[in-house]
């Protein structure tokens, strides 16, 4: 009895620590960089990525565009999160790896919705804010007609939000608000 207790407990761990490790969210980052125009520079300008364990997704580098002896050099990879990002940029700025641009890469899941309805662009900034609240929004984009002759008015909403199931949620939320304000809502396929 007592080894299958501890095979139990053994076999919980491990599916905590397998549940931790698939929680995890790297970041995906493309960075633009200008090293020098010199025998190893490149392969040295890569390594660093792998010192902060990351994972390098793709290299560009073109040999075409060099500015001060430099040549450019675009990378796309994984890092584990921020600090770890912030490490990187320190261990090239040591090394003498200009940095042009750096951001980070994340898939979005673009929605379009349309209301229409006795409504204000006000109330609908407040009812995307209240959305933005549920959903991991990463871009919005409201445009409004001018109201017609019975003080009805267009809301044309573009959503990009960072997760597929968010969707559904945003759906939900305005379905409901909708139908409390007495519009019509219409969603994009």
Not at 120 to 147: G, Q
Request: with cysteine.
């Amino acid at each position: 009895m007592r080894l299958i207790k501890n095979m139990t407990h053994a076999l919980n761990d491990t599916i905590i620590n397998i549940g931790q490790i698939f929680s995890r969210v790297k970041m995906i980052v493309n960075a633009e960089l200008y090293v020098k125009d010199l025998p190893g520079h490149l392969v040295g300008s890569l390594e660093p990525i792998s010192m902060v364990d990351g994972n390098i997704k793709g290299v560009v580098h073109d040999r075409e565009q060099i500015v001060n002896n430099r040549i450019s050099l675009n990378v796309t990879f994984e890092v584990e999160d921020s600090t770890r990002l912030k490490e990187l940029e320190d261990i090239w700025k040591a090394r003498d790896i200009i940095i042009s641009s750096i951001d980070s890469v994340y898939k979005t899941y673009p929605m379009e919705y349309m209301l229409i309805g006795n409504l204000t662009a006000s109330y609908i900034e407040n009812l995307m804010d209240e959305a933005a609240k549920k959903v991991r929004v990463a871009a919005i984009d409201m445009r409004y007609s001018s109201k017609d002759h019975h003080d009805n008015r267009t809301a044309m909403i573009s959503v990009k939000m960072r997760e597929q199931e968010d969707i559904e949620v945003l759906d939900s939320f305005l379905r409901k608000a909708c139908k409390e304000g007495n519009m019509t809502y219409i969603r994009g396929l």
